[in-house]
């Protein structure tokens, strides 16, 4: 329970769900490596960005925090709430853990240049 089997080099112990909503608002999407706006229908921006974790033995991880606005269909900016979540993450119940973009990281993904370069497998924890 918790992490899917894409996380090849471990996972971060003791990790719940408080941990990953406390990392979702304390990511900083200003420092994104990968920003990217949906192909089809171009409602999503998707921004990803990192932020380091110490687990309950004391490892430090990398963690990738993907942070999601929506098109308002009135102004054509990315200023509606998404999700934002951790690749991997499934959460305490393994459901999908995902939760509402936070207000004050809004505005951040909106800014978010399109641009970077896709964390491929690099996206799941990674020990630091």
Request: aromatic share 10%; hydrophobic share 35%.
């Amino acid at each position: 329970m918790g992490w899917n089997d894409k996380c090849l080099n471990g996972e971060p112990a003791g990790f719940s769900d408080i941990h990953a909503a406390t990392i979702v608002n304390n990511a900083d999407f200003t420092q994104a490596v990968f920003v990217n706006i949906s192909a089809q229908q171009q409602n999503t921006k998707q921004v990803y960005t990192y932020i380091n974790f110490q687990d309950t033995n004391a490892t430090i991880w990398r963690l990738c925090v993907v942070g999601h606005t929506h098109r308002n269909i009135n102004t054509g900016q990315y200023t509606e709430p998404a999700n934002c979540f951790i690749p991997g993450w499934n959460g305490d119940q393994d459901n999908g853990w995902a939760m509402a973009t936070p207000q004050g990281k809004i505005v951040d993904i909106a800014n978010a240049p399109v641009g970077g370069v896709f964390p491929g497998n690099n996206r799941y924890p990674t020990p630091v």
